[in-house]
């Protein structure tokens, strides 16, 4: 009935279809795709249909579309009346009528007409639109997945659009190739800079396909970043500041990161900000596989960002996050509070995060964490309080410290109402009894005697197992809840009869004195049990245990096989073993390999030859890198540097006069003086001979590739690689300083902050060489407490003066000035930047000025506590010293108090709030600053201190020229 | 990439799929429904579930689970994401997603799925490419489309995809030329028992409804753009320029959308601006429990808080509670154990409250968890984190528009635990 009631209503459609009306025509389509929707079959109006696949109305175009792809494969010969009208809209003047027309040819899955697809694909990728070639790009996988046999000639094609500059094409034949010849590498090589470029432009779901298959490809192509000694690892994360060069020095052999690993990195940084999700991942993922450890932390705001988006990206974020946590702790153990749980979230996502916080636990933070799990514990979620006692558990066993305290708290919990609590502490305190039992037998006895209130039978079973195997830690109480046991035995669930048996065989070995009746008592009605493994086990216990004829030598190693120590299980993430798959991806997900997952390889220990990614044609400047570098603000405060210290010059020092005044002419001029310098002293000793030609190298170097940017990032690097030779970066502690970047000519000015000048003078036979050098401080005494709302304003007035660091004469020809440039630097506000020029007025060249790393580490650190603990605030200073290559001269700056601040604008309501929390300060912490600990007392002083300065700057705003 | 759709609403009906590549047989939902069944809540189901032959990607949003049926190894953000977008999609269509609203329109629905993938891979997200492509239905273009016979689908094929801002159409006319911007905070935090916060920080976003003619190019610029730690745009926002200057400088879509969201650095204090006084309780031994809340603002900068929500989920020992509001009204259902009170507008001088008794079960011993209060709340012209704009300039175009903005602060995510 209902079936003829569907023809009826089908033939219906027919007539409509088969209609002149436009409109009767269109309502039936619509009817029909109402159908496809809801899964109903409506193939049967197959060839009424196709013939309106012409139509003019572009809305029943359409559907007829729909109605096509859908129902072609079923009905094969009846869709090839249609592919004359897409040949025909394939010539079409249109793009979109071109592009629609392939779109649709190529979803029709009938092989026959696969010659026809492969020629249309062939002139769509040729097409001059760049929306047709992208439809072309699509049409591709459609091609691969109707007959795989077509590869070859599809590959080509790839080829061909893999070349296309456009970024509409970029995405739609990276996934094609991704679907096609994952394993071409090769076709990438040429366009690999070329789409690093372009990526930013890409839409957003091209950009995700393209980061994934660039990943892979870089894994492929460049020499692992990583450095070997984990301990380095370990700090990474506090080493932030340590730049590039450090590492290079510190290695034996000195790693230089490929220009083109580089670029990949840099031009995937600023999706990081992107809206979508999937890009956000993609970019982590990359950054997590392919970039030197110490640049990871970029990728943690924006992940824990992601947290606030829906239930099921956070679901897949957290999941990720979990796995990069059990490796690297410190990336996210500042944000530990965003994976707070919240009482709203779902299951799922409560023990991602619990598990995160696990990860995360340290010495540091875990009375916080723990002070936070003992909140979950109360929550109605069972299934989550059950997990936040396993995380307890893991808290325990991981940190010792926190051993103790998570054992009472577990033991507390036994008395909880909920059974699966108490039944789940169990569980957990067994385990971690095992770990050192002997401290403990109070604990035991206290299970013990909760035994009786206890009923979720793996709770007893533990408890059971702990008197067995600890029996002799609680010699009065194990003979006698094997007798209450003795009692309730047959009512016992089965795990828990096992258990019974095994503390009965365990007793009978220690204590057999007391316990011999009874466990033969309990073998007996074992013996009889319902269940086979009981009466297996029973029958097994007894043969071991009870001495008789006939059993050998086995019951001789009873207690040795019984009692053996056993090892206490290892509580661990269920994320450990996750990082063999590729982050963000579904194999990761779901922690199993999917169907099509490309395994990222592991480094090449060699890398690859680098010319295969060389463009021959050149192309354009992108603007891409360019304004990135160039427009920064460090950038610019070097600029200024530098014709800072122009003038400084040239008002100091008297052989410098011939130097020219304006840049340009000096640097060319140089290089020519520098030539005439090298022939004149080619007497002179050969190592600096040497070094004054890698100078003049330099130079010329500089100069030639300013314009194309794919070379600059390989000048940029010889000169990092030369500038090593004079100056080694250096730390001094983890807090106190970074350090020293790069150059500036009037080529090139890299957004990092070292200014260099190098000036030969022609009249005079030795060399003078000056040096500026950006330090940026950090004064440990004082550090900048001002609300970051606060917006700190550029200096009204900056001092000229510098000040003397190392004299000549003391210096043996080396001389050293610093002069603070009141600028904001750019490592934190907790630094000030330093200009230290360093000039040399000696006969000789001076070889490897570095700031020494042993001496100043040593004395520094200590240095620093003391200061902290004299709480003074006016001189923390920076010691440190410079070596020559023979020499080495101890130093110290110390700062004016007035250095050490920021100037601040601010209205005057602001003011007022401003100080009134200072006043509040005052009266309120002070008075009881004697509860505090020092440290905070400490802290709070240095608060007060600041909001002095702060009052002192609104009232005397150019008081700064004063200090 | 996505082979397949299924659409299913709550009770568990399949009531839409689409294919874009063969077609799967809708018995695969079969383990969706398994896994559905599993999950105590709706949102407990995993948003990943593999089959023997397919991973089912799910979402879950206004009650209707977008399941989708990948075949190989994708991205599982990527899916999602794109599901995601789909549910903005409808939603800025027919105002609502609903099982209701899809099924009237279930025509313009295929026609957007249509366009929004091509084989699995996304084509068209763009909202403003879409509308192009396909009107969105009004009450009157339908009455219209019936008496004339014309069409939803656009006569014209959009531009929008080939130009370099695919972002805006060309050729937008207004006579009234207004660009409206919306800076919303939300405070996320966990109060704890004494009323001390455990974590609390800001997450804001700029929407914009901006409807200019021509092709402006717009900058915005604040007044402590320090403020911003970590920020996502709208892909029209120039990122040099924002690295460089701090400065929004852009091309904008033509319509509502989102320009910015960002995170306020969390060094800074959050202030939180209402305060909860509760003091809930249960006796051993007796079947009553006590339940006292006292709401009061705090930290507003001197500004109103208005409709306020508090909820709460009970303990499942508690059968009714009977509750004598201050002010506003209070509903409690005892099947879901779920308190809400709607308070409304906290007056200072007259803090409200919610006072009275809960019956437990008799017998049952006392409940041992401690219900958590989740708390709603607005306040207008504000912006917690202090977040300025400081102007709005536009260039490449001769007129003068209209400009607005508009500060509001609410709460996101806040808990008080007791």
Known sequence: ?963 | MIHSLFLINASGDIFLEKHWKSVVSRSVCDYFFEALERATEPENVPPVIPTPHHFLINVLRHRIYFVAVIQSEVPPLFVIEFLHRVVDTFQDYFGVCTEAAIKDNVVVVYELLEEMLDNGFPLATESNILKELIKPPTILRTVVNTITGSTNVGEQLPTGQLSVVPWRRTGVKYTNNEAYFDVVEEIDAIIDKSGSTITAEIQGVVDACVKLTGMPDLTLSFMNPRLLDDVSFHPCVRFKRWEAERILSFIPPDGNFRLLSYHVSSQNLVAIPVYVKHNISFREGSSQGRFELTLGPKQTMGKAVESVLVSSQLPRGVLNANLNPSQGTYTFDPVTKLLSWDVGKINPQKLPSLKGSMSLQTGASKPDENPTINIQFKIQQLAISGLKVNRLDMYGEKYKPFKGIKYMTKAGKFQVRT
Not at chain 1, 263 to 271: A, D, E, F, G, V
Not at chain 1, 854 to 876: D, P, R, V, Y
Not at chain 1, 882 to 895: A, H, L, R, Y
Request: overall charge neutral; charged content about 25%; aromatic content about 8%.
């Open chain 1, 1 to 963: 009935m209902l079936n003829h009631c569907f023809l009826c209503r089908n033939e219906d459609l027919k007539e409509m279809l088969e209609s002149n009306k436009e409109s009767l025509k269109l309502e039936a389509m619509k009817r029909i795709v109402g159908l496809i929707a809801k899964g109903k079959n409506a193939s049967e109006l197959f060839p009424a249909v196709v013939k309106n696949v012409a139509s003019k109305n572009i809305e029943l175009k359409k559907l007829v579309y729909v109605y096509l792809v859908r129902y072609a494969e079923e009905q094969q010969d009846l869709a090839l009346l249609s592919i004359s009208t897409f040949q025909r809209a394939l010539k079409d003047p249109n793009q979109l009528i071109r592009a629609s027309a392939l779109r649709v040819l190529s979803s029709i899955r009938v092989p026959i007409i696969v010659p026809i697809m492969m020629l249309a694909i062939k002139e769509a990728a040729t097409d001059l639109s760049p929306y047709v070639r992208k439809t072309a790009a699509h049409a591709i996988q459609k091609l691969y997945s109707l007959d795989p046999d077509q590869k070859e000639h599809l590959i080509e094609v790839i080829e061909k659009l893999l070349k296309d500059k456009s970024t509409l094409v970029a995405g739609s034949v990276v996934m094609a190739f991704e679907e096609v010849c994952p394993d071409r590498i090769d076709l990438i090589h040429k366009n690999y800079r070329k789409l690093c470029n372009l990526l930013v432009d890409v839409e957003e779901w091209g950009q995700v396909v393209i980061i994934h298959m660039l990943t892979r490809y870089a894994r492929t192509q460049f020499v692992s970043p990583w450095r070997e000694d984990a301990v380095f690892d370990e700090n990474s994360e506090k080493t932030f500041y340590d730049s590039e060069e450090e590492r290079r020095v510190d290695q034996s052999k000195p790693y230089i990161m490929d220009p083109d690993h580089r670029l990949l990195l840099r031009n995937t940084k600023p999706l990081l900000q992107s809206r979508n999700t999937a890009v956000v991942m993609a970019v982590s993922q990359l950054y997590w596989h392919l970039s030197p450890k110490h640049e990871l932390s970029v990728i943690t705001k924006s992940l824990v960002r992601l947290l606030r988006s829906h239930r099921e990206v956070q679901y897949i974020v957290l999941q990720n996050i979990a796995t990069m946590s059990i490796q690297r702790k410190g990336m996210f153990e500042p944000f530990m509070k965003s994976f707070y749980v919240r009482s709203t979230d779902a299951t799922h996502i409560k023990t991602l995060k619990l598990e995160i916080l696990t990860n995360l636990a340290n010495e540091a933070n875990i009375s916080t964490i723990l002070r936070e799990l003992q909140t979950y514990v109360k929550s109605q979620d069972k299934a989550f309080v059950a997990a936040t006692i396993q995380a307890i558990g893991r808290c325990a066993t991981n940190i010792s410290e926190v051993t103790d305290t998570c054992l009472n708290g577990l033991v507390l919990l036994l008395s909880n109402r909920d059974e699966t609590v108490v039944a789940e502490s169990v569980v957990v305190i067994k385990k971690l009894l095992q770990t050192q039992p002997s401290q403990h037998s109070d604990i035991i006895k206290h299970m013990a005697k909760l035994f009786d209130n206890i009923t979720v039978p793996m709770a007893r079973a533990s408890i059971l197992w702990l008197m067995g195997e600890y029996c002799e830690h609680v010699p009065k109480i194990a003979p006698d809840v094997l007798r209450k046991m003795a009692k309730t035995f047959t009512s016992e669930e089965d795990i828990v009869k096992l258990q019974t048996v095994n503390l009965a065989a365990k007793l009978y070995l220690s204590n057999s004195k007391q316990t011999k009746l009874l466990t033969q008592y309990i073998l007996n009605l074992g013996k009889y049990d319902q269940n086979y493994d009981i009466r297996d086990r029973t029958r097994f216990i007894r043969q071991l245990i009870v001495p008789n004829e006939k059993s050998g030598a086995l019951s001789r190693y009873a207690r040795r096989i019984l009692m053996a120590p056993k090892p206490a299980p290892v509580l661990q993430s269920a994320f450990k073993d996750r990082d063999r798959f590729q982050l963000g991806t579904l194999s990761h997900t779901l922690n199993s390999q999917s169907n099509g997952y490309l395994e990222l390889s592991d480094w090449p220990a060699v890398a690859p030859d680098q010319s295969v990614r060389i463009v021959e044609v050149v192309e354009p400047v992108k603007e891409a890198g360019a304004p990135l570098l160039g427009k920064s603000k460090p950038g610019k405060s070097a600029e200024k540097f530098y014709s800072d210290s122009e003038e400084e010059e040239e008002g100091s020092s008297s052989e410098d006069s011939s130097s020219s005044s304006s840049e340009e002419s000096e640097s060319e001029s140089e290089s020519e003086e520098n030539s005439d310098d090298s022939n004149k002293s080619s007497s002179s000793e050969s190592d600096s001979e040497k070094k004054k030609k890698t100078l003049k190298n330099k130079k010329l170097q500089q100069q030639k590739p300013d314009s194309k940017d794919r070379y600059w990032s390989h000048s940029v690097q010889s000169h990092l690689f030369f500038l090593n030779k004079f100056l080694v970066v250096f730390k001094f502690n983890l807090r106190c300083i970074a350090l020293l970047l790069i150059i500036i000519t009037k080529l090139f000015s890299i957004h990092i902050v070292l200014s260099f000048s190098n000036q030969f003078v022609a009249s005079c036979r030795c060399s003078l060489l000056r040096l500026c050098v950006f330090l940026a401080c950090q004064f440990d005494a004082v550090s900048w407490h001002v609300r970051v709302s606060l917006q700190a304003s550029f200096p009204v007035f900056v001092p000229e003066t510098s000040h003397e660091l190392l004299h000549r004469m003391t210096g043996k020809g080396l001389s050293a000035q610093y002069r603070f440039t009141r600028q904001p630097c750019i490592y934190g506000n907790s630094m000030v930047s330093l200009q230290l020029t360093l000039s040399n007025s000696s006969d000789q060249a001076l070889e490897n000025i570095h700031i020494s790393e042993k001496s100043s580490t040593g004395q520094n650190i200590h240095h620093f506590n003391a200061i902290g603990e004299l709480h003074t605030w006016t001189c923390g200073s920076v010691l440190f010293s410079f070596s020559t290559k023979e020499d080495e001269f101890s130093v110290s700056i110390q700062p004016a108090v007035g250095e050490l601040l920021v100037p601040i604008t601010m209205t005057e309501a602001d003011f007022t709030k401003e100080q009134g929390l200072s006043v509040w300060l005052t009266n309120d912490r002070l008075g009881t600053g004697n509860r505090f600990k020092n440290s905070h007392l400490l802290k709070y002083l240095k608060r007060l201190i600041c909001h002095a300065f702060l009052l002192c700057y609104w009232s005397m705003p150019f008081l700064s020229e004063n200090f």
